[in-house]
């Protein structure tokens, strides 16, 4: 059902996220009915756009379906359309002027400001918004990641954000949680009864969360360079991953009962500190190989620096939630640029029989995989048929969803963009939580920054540095590959 009208306010609206994600999405939820008809989306950059103009960069660069399909309805959602230039931090106040004489007469809707730009704009622009007198008390706000660099700069941005908006107002984005298999995980936990008896450390031996791109990062030095994979990836969306597969059952599906669970989780990680750090993470950087070139050659506007030289494009950590139910479990967490495959999962792995009596059986996992293809497997131990010696091989008993539900996979950001204008913050991230996955990071990156040494080369196309496999060579485990 069509929610009522609001005005949606994207703030990097020309940028690529807002091109390649945020507009699909809209799109998509508008095909769908789930805009109110007088809906305005209203893109805000520096760049001096007429609404037309606009209409027309999202015409050429962002339709999402071919033309010939939806014309009529794509036509109507370029209509919601509008741009407005505004310069935030400068001192030519005239773009809100503008914007407010858009949103005049419009202050009882929903109005929600989406701040698709980096962090260190989130202030600023907070702060003008409220000077401009356009936060409302219907206002919301949310903030894209990386939210801030390390644990005080995040602190900072959540005071000034916070200094004009309440908690409640405010919704940090991470679009991990907006994927359908993810919070397919939390209705297979806690909507199934068999799992919850074996999910702990008596069943369990680990857990591998993988992230694995194909993609590089051509174009985006200035933004990686400065960020790295475990402030890109790890701080956020595998962190989150993490607490979805480890925390306990909440008492209600509402908007702070899972959070506040999700939090203990990221309290309860055993810090990685000083010279554990070697021994419990590892970073690499993509040289040249498949093709393409190394991320010290990537194109980019300006040649790399001894920073660029430092920066880790894979990283791989061994966690540890010290709490009841994990204690000795490790969680292994992955994720790199330029993987062979495009492959997003969690693996847990159960512990072997208590006592074998065929040879040849391998523990059951159950493989959660996020992209592509969705579904969930569960390995189990079956003999091939034949009336010789028993042979056992490990078969997935498998739930596709695109095969067993046959409808298009929305993209998380369509879930989370419906979920703000409702005013739902369920799956979005607290102060508290992002915070705390900063506090776990900050001394693995400290160390990192601190130390002479360069992240390990892996050639682009290949699994990641060896330093990885030997993370978990050295207790007689192996990375989950294909099945
Ligand atoms: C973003 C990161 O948050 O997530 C990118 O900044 C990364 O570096 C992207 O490529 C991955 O998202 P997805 O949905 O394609 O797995």
């Given at each position: 059902t069509p929610r009522h009208a609001a005005d949606l306010i994207v703030?990097?609206?020309?940028g690529d996220l807002s091109m390649r994600k945020l507009i699909p999405a809209l799109y998509h939820c508008d095909r769908d009915g789930?805009?109110?008809?007088?809906t305005r989306i209203i893109a805000l950059s520096r760049?001096?756009?007429?609404d037309a103009d606009f209409r027309g960069k999202v015409d050429a660069e962002a339709r999402p379906v071919p033309q010939g399909e939806d014309d009529e309805g794509w036509q109507r959602f370029l209509r919601r359309l509008h741009h407005v230039s505004v310069d935030v931090?400068?001192?030519?106040r005239s773009g809100w002027g503008a914007l407010s004489r858009l949103l005049?007469?419009?202050?009882?809707r929903d109005r929600v400001f989406y701040?698709?730009?980096?962090?260190?704009?989130f202030g600023p622009f907070c702060r003008e918004a409220h000077e401009a007198g356009?936060?409302?008390?219907?206002s919301r706000v949310v903030l894209e990641k990386p939210?801030?660099?390390d644990l005080a700069s995040a602190q900072a941005i959540n005071d000034e954000v916070g200094a004009i908006f309440d908690e409640r107002q405010i919704f940090r984005i991470d679009h991990y949680l907006g994927k359908e298999t993810v919070q397919n995980l939390l209705v297979l936990r806690f909507a199934n009864a068999f799992l919850e008896p074996v999910w702990n450390s008596l069943w369990i031996d680990h857990v591998q969360i993988t992230v694995a791109?194909?993609?590089?990062t051509p174009g985006r030095r200035g933004y990686y360079d400065h960020a790295g994979a475990l402030r890109d990836m790890v701080q956020n969306h595998l962190l989150q991953l993490l607490c979805l597969v480890a925390?306990?059952?909440?008492?209600?599906?509402d908007r702070e009962s899972i959070r506040d669970e999700k939090v203990k989780v990221l309290q309860s990680l055993r810090p990685i500190v000083g010279s554990e750090v070697d021994r419990f993470a590892v970073r690499g950087q993509y040289t040249a190989g498949d093709g393409v070139p190394g991320y010290l050659d990537e194109p980019a506007s300006t040649p790399p620096t001894e920073i660029s030289h430092r920066v880790e494009t894979y990283a791989a950590i061994r966690a540890e939630v010290k709490n009841w139910r994990w204690a000795g479990v490790p969680f292994y967490l992955r994720t790199g640029k330029r993987m062979p495959t495009r492959r997003s999962e969690i693996v847990v792995q159960f512990k072997d029989?208590?006592?074998?009596?065929?040879?040849?059986a391998t523990p059951n996992r159950l493989v959660l995989r996020?992209?592509?293809?969705?579904g969930i497997h569960l390995l189990l131990m079956a003999k091939e048929p034949g009336a010789g010696d028993v042979t056992l091989r490990p078969v997935p008993l498998s739930l596709s969803f695109a095969e067993t539900f046959q409808s298009r996979v929305p993209d998380a950001y369509e879930r989370l963009l419906m979920d703000v204008m409702a005013g739902n913050p369920t799956l979005f991230m607290r102060r508290d939580e992002v915070e705390a996955a900063w506090r776990w990071i900050d001394p693995i990156i400290e160390t990192w920054e601190g130390s002479g040494a360069l992240p390990e080369p892996y050639p682009a196309?290949?699994?990641?540095?060896?330093g990885a496999r030997e993370l978990l060579a050295r207790s007689g485990r192996t990375w989950h590959e294909e099945d």
């Open positions: 703030f990097g609206g020309t789930r805009l109110a008809d007088e760049g001096g756009l007429t931090g400068g001192s030519d005049a007469g419009y202050e009882d701040l698709a730009s980096p962090p260190m704009t356009l936060v409302t008390p219907r939210l801030g660099r791109e194909t993609v590089g925390m306990e059952p909440p008492s209600r599906n029989v208590p006592h074998a009596i065929f040879p040849g996020l992209q592509p293809s969705e196309g290949t699994a990641g540095p060896a």
